[in-house]
DNA sequence: GGTCCGCATGACAGCGGTTACATTCGCTCG
DNA sequence: CGAGCGAATGTAACCGCTGTCATGCGGACC
């Protein structure tokens, strides 16, 4: 009932190769007969099965992305991202949800559920053991990592060390001296980006001869109620931090909300600062380092299908974008 | 390279027809044949490819969900729980963002799109014109709209007007009189929830014999920052309302930023009231009426695979699944 | 003028499943 | 005891494209 490919090599009165390759943009057609092609196409409103071309052709037409969850403001941004970078290659992005290990533990391996239908993955935001135990580096095809580097994987990311590094430098500008940390896990964690980010705290703190006590880091569970509960303890400390430094802006709504209940008000008695550029920052006067989400989404669409492209051209070396973060300095560290 | 149901065929000494047939779990297999050829196939790491399964067949093994825009709250939960609902069918999940016609306009009819390579199309949040603009409507597969109802379409959506209703209620209850608006679009506009909120607010007024003025009502583009200006004019009526209801969360945290910017105390002075449900209006101390928007989006997963499967079975009635909202009574309006 | 070359096109064998239809076989039943 | 039946399985024709190889043809070149 749904048209063929055959239906318009007839109506052109061409073989189906000639409709195939004029319709998919390949060289060596008479741009004239190109043309023809093409037109009677739309009239017949035809359009290609992909499943048929899929078969025949062996590549999937499809990239996944994997992550621990689905939800919250970074896989959207990320997601968001991708869909945007994709738009030029006519792809299917698919999702697949893992679950934390130990926490919403996901019974299908992700290799088990992409395997034979991506031409590529995009992992976001999970250690490489977990990338590893997931069997995605055995699936045959390129992956790319977001959010986390590693040797001899192609990866886009940002400068966490360098981005918490810029969190705490303004903390510190602005006179504070006792600055405490919400980490998401406790620390140390599986997670690079947590870990490179502590660096970065503890390096400004060393290299100012601020005091760097255990007890001024908590976790925070990267979720507003974490953040919360972690802002708590720090404010029940005595001494009190002066200043704290969020890993996630979430977490610092939640630090914001302990303050507001104690009457402590951010960015005079205590400073506050967040990590994300999460879209409320700004209504709630939170200051933050931002990261470019959307756009690692973009850069990692594109890096994925170039190397998709690439598999049999020269060999590509190991790509690593590494993304700028910005400073936004707001009320909530006194500006 | 990739094994075929030939190989496994072989390995079991049965024909591919077997195979497939066991592999999918149809009838008419002995259950030891089965079994074994189940068990060869795990030993193989044997896996269907989706595209010849797909051509053979002539399901396309995917759906679609159409949305004006990707990003925000809403999205997500929707987008996570369409998900969750299809997990159980081996089904891939397609988006497609058409853009605001007039702001965003995708050069790209959805139509054109996801035309041969979905079983089905799950439209979401998209007023009945525009689902039929973009021609989704023709695609010859079932579709399911969610958050709108129409008449002989099947839907899953809320019952806005009685949210709104039990909104403005509370704020009635509360003792508050002089009741402002926060719209989405000025109204009235081509999104009908909107208007059924709307409908909610000033049937509660009347009923109460309370003020109505139009000057109450602004529209607050569904953002924060809309919100905040929405707010912003709100407060500078003489006299102004005593309470507003915002037909969003994220509108409300604008209005809440509004409000302490000009030092007027959320729930004393002025009480306001969301809709949503969004995770941060427990945060921000934010009554509101929360809407299961995971829920609406398993409930259209389960409603359009029914329907998918169902086409050739009975007459289905168009379902039209309503799901309740519940009120979150918080310090914004003075709980 | 004949040979060779390269471009435009055609013919056709798959790609890896699904499914309609045929076949086999052990039983039940008259 | 043979017809008839249903469950289990096999056979093979597609599904709609792609890619390889073959073919035709006009022009450049010697």
């Known amino acids: 009932m749904a048209l063929t490919i055959r239906d318009v090599a007839r109506a052109a009165g061409v073989s ?23 037109r009677i196409a739309e009239e017949l409103r ?44 006519d792809v299917d992005l698919l999702l697949h949800a893992t679950g934390m290990p130990g926490v919403t533990a996901h019974p299908v391996r992700a290799h088990e559920r992409i395997r034979r239908r ?13 990338t ?7 699936l045959d095809v390129p992956v790319v990592l977001l959010g986390v580097q590693a040797p001899g994987v192609p990866s886009v990311c940002i400068d966490d060390r ?27 964690t599986m997670f690079v980006p947590e870990n490179d980010r502590l660096d970065g705290y503890l390096d400004v703190l060393h290299k100012h001869g601020l005091p760097t006590d255990e007890a001024l880091r908590e976790p925070g569970e990267f979720d507003v109620r974490g953040g919360e509960l972690a802002m708590d303890r720090l404010l029940s400390l005595r001494p009190r931090p002066t200043a704290v430094f969020s890993m996630s802006d979430e977490m610092a709504y939640g630090a914001l909300r302990a303050m507001n209940r104690r009457g402590v008000v951010p960015g005079r008695e205590v400073a506050i600062i967040g990590f994300d550029g999460h879209d409320l920052a700004d209504t709630f006067d939170l200051s933050t380092v931002a ?45």
């Open 162 to 188: 360098g981005g918490a590094v810029d969190a705490v430098e303004h903390l510190v500008d602005r006179g504070f001296e006792r600055i405490g940390l919400i980490s998401g896990r406790p620390l140390p």
């Open 291 to 335: 990261q470019p989400v959307r756009e690692l989404g973009r850069v990692a669409a594109n890096l994925l299908m170039e190397r998709i492209a690439g598999v049999s051209a020269s060999p590509l070396g190991t790509d690593s974008v590494v993304l700028a973060t910005q400073l936004y300095a707001r009320r909530s560290t006194g500006c």
């Open 16 to 38: 189906t190769a000639t409709v195939s390759r004029a319709l998919r943009g390949l060289e060596n057609v008479d741009p004239d007969t190109r043309a023809r092609i093409v």
């Open 132 to 138: 590893e135990s997931e069997g995605l580096f055995d």
């Open 46 to 89: 035809f359009s290609i099965s992909p499943s048929a071309s899929r078969l025949a052709s062996g590549r999937a037409g499809s990239i996944a992305i994997v992550t621990p969850f689905i939800g919250g403001w970074y896989f959207t941004e990320v997601f968001a991202g991708l869909e945007s970078g994709l738009q030029p290659y």
């Open 118 to 130: 991506v031409d590529g993955v995009v992992v976001m935001g999970m250690p490489l053991e977990m």
